[in-house]
């Protein structure tokens, strides 16, 4: 996908969000632009930012991604906005993607607690779904298996988005 494809999609979401709204995100979500990115080898996580909605920031560690044929799976971190100084907490979903056949699911999830440190991941057995076109499925889609990436910057953890204020 273009830049350019991918702005128009961008800006589309932002102005009809009904079909984000029918995947997992929350509603009023803004789904951030990006670019192509070139293959680099994994040297530990790196989130990124790429959709903000009122209550939630929604980051993807573009390292994270774990290739089987046109199947994926991804990690994806939902940031809660309103939390007391020094509370860590957040929740880590992994998606399964079915890249081709345009489908996902959350297969396992995790809640981190106030010092930031992952509870046990939990089978969450969702059945595949499709994914709706510049939905916030299709977000997760499009980074994971198109190697895309959202707005600068990136950071090594979730804690140090949050430290970083939760831009």
């Not at 939390?83 to 399964?96: C, E, I, R």
């Amino acid at each position: 996908m273009t830049i350019r494809k991918h702005a128009i999609a961008t800006a589309m979401v932002m102005l009809w969000g009904a079909a984000a709204q029918a995947q997992t995100a929350p509603p009023q979500e803004e789904i951030l632009g990006g670019t192509a990115a070139p293959v680099q080898e994994s040297t530990g996580p790196e989130w990124w930012a790429f959709s903000r909605a009122e209550a939630k920031h929604y980051l993807i560690d573009v390292h994270s991604v774990e290739r089987t044929g046109d199947e994926l799976t991804v990690m994806v971190a939902r940031v809660p906005m309103e939390t007391a100084a020094g509370d860590y907490s957040h929740t880590v979903d992994k998606f399964g993607i079915r890249c081709n056949g345009r489908q996902s699911h959350v297969v396992t999830s995790s809640d981190a607690f106030e010092d930031g440190l992952p509870g046990e991941a939990f089978e969450t057995e969702e059945p595949w779904e499709s994914i709706a076109r510049d939905s916030f499925d299709d977000a997760i889609r499009e980074i994971s298996c198109d190697d895309m990436r959202p707005s600068p910057p990136s950071y090594a953890s979730v804690k140090a988005y949050i430290d970083a204020g939760r831009p």
